[in-house]
């Protein structure tokens, strides 16, 4: 039963946190993002080496640079109990714009290469990696586009979390007396 009650006590002030803060949810979306990219990064350099496609390996540096400075500037733009820092939100969302292009003409040239090239490049199982950089590309894309709807949502969830009640129940509260703060001489 005491350890209930810790499990309790952690999650009300988890939602507390997140009730002081909600653009932690927007963080938390993006960071699961940028690791995914992260994660996979193999199948993109391979597609990469084996395709030399234009700008590929430019693509794929500027994804990963503004995937992390992005993640800066996002909490930049939410300072602590202060308001929303706009041009490092801007700059934020130019970034994503950055990145989304980036992931589009990748995955555009990978097509180009498979599909459309005088001399296609045919998928066998030692090139299986192109089709998977090509299938996390689409999944890259849709997990930014997810993170920016959670991003937007922010006052939203901070109205819904308001409703939530955090406050704790003390015994013996309410039969307490009102403290003498009046000067004694």
């Given at each position: ?149 959670l991003m937007a949502l ?32």
């Open positions: 039963m005491g350890s209930r009650k810790g499990i309790k006590e952690w999650l009300r002030k988890k939602v507390v946190s997140i009730k002081r803060n909600p653009q932690k949810i927007g963080l938390i979306a993006f960071a699961i993002t940028f690791l995914y990219y992260s994660l996979n990064l193999t199948c993109i350099s391979n597609t990469t080496a084996k395709i030399q496609g234009s700008g590929m390996g430019l693509c794929g540096f500027v994804t990963m640079l503004f995937s992390m400075l992005s993640l800066l500037c996002y909490m930049n733009s939410f300072p602590r109990r202060k308001k929303v820092n706009k041009p490092m939100l801007i700059i934020f969302i130019v970034m994503i714009g950055i990145i989304l292009f980036c992931d589009y003409r990748y995955r555009d040239l990978v097509y180009y290469a498979v599909a459309l090239s005088a001399n296609p490049i045919v998928i066998t199982e030692s090139t299986i990696y192109i089709l998977e950089a090509y299938n996390m590309l689409l999944t890259h894309m849709i997990l930014l586009v997810v993170s920016l709807v922010g006052p939203v969830f901070k109205m819904l979390l308001n409703k939530i009640n955090t406050n704790v129940n003390i015994d013996g509260y309410d039969k307490m007396e009102a403290i003498d703060i009046s000067a004694e001489e």
